[in-house]
């Protein structure tokens, strides 16, 4: 348990740091409103749930020794976000009635976590880097888990509450679809930058 308090502090400091589930979160706030993406934020914590699994498991690192599967799970992540960052720049304003049916899902957010390179990287150094319970390594991962489980989604919660913030200060369409441009490039630009570094 001396590792606990780094532990909670790595994870604030990676997981709730801008990223392709935070920003997404916060631009489905922006262009969608915070009720219209909880379904969204739901799939998002499914999905850290299950690359949890993976992780913890070591099915990554099976699945990364098969030949070829690293380009094509890339070639996955880089196709769902740049449709969901496409997704949310041409949203229309929070106003408009039409704008329900092109919010994300909570199957979006599901996928969007399982091919997230960011979520793969910070979770596996994080389950690799810490041992917080002595003995069985199941006990340790299942306390991992839990704890991460609750910093994820104090974060992500709060992400889709500031999206949500700004469409409020926002309501000119002109500037709702500047804030939504916004939030599309910075997500893409997070994949950008977890895939170079």
């Not at 909880?38 to 299950?50: C, P, T």
């Not at 099915?59 to 030949?67: D, K």
């Not at 919010?103 to 599901?110: N, Q």
Request: charged letters at 10%.
């Amino acid at each position: 348990m001396d590792g606990l308090f780094g532990f909670i502090l790595a994870g604030f400091a990676l997981l709730a740091s801008p990223g392709p589930a935070t920003l997404s979160l916060a631009a489905t706030g922006a262009a969608f409103g915070a009720r219209g993406g909880l379904g969204y934020l739901a799939g998002i914590m499914v999905g850290v749930f299950i690359v949890m699994g993976i992780i913890s498991t070591g099915v990554m690192g099976i699945m990364l020794a098969l030949p070829g599967a690293a380009p094509v799970l890339t070639s996955l992540a880089a196709t769902y976000i740049i449709f969901l960052a496409y997704r949310i720049a041409t949203a229309p304003p929070l106003t408009d009635s039409n704008n329900n049916d092109r919010k994300p899902s909570f199957f979006g957010g599901m996928f969007l976590n399982l091919v997230n390179p960011k979520a793969y990287a910070i979770l596996a150094a994080l389950f690799s880097g810490f041992v917080l319970l002595e003995g069985p390594l199941y006990l340790d991962a299942a306390f991992k888990i839990l704890i991460l489980l609750m910093i994820v989604g104090a974060s992500n919660t709060a992400w889709l509450f500031i999206g949500a913030a700004l469409t409020k200060l926002a309501r000119d369409p002109g500037t709702s679809r500047t804030i939504n441009v916004t939030f599309a490039i910075l997500l893409v630009a997070s994949v950008v930058f977890a895939f170079l570094f």
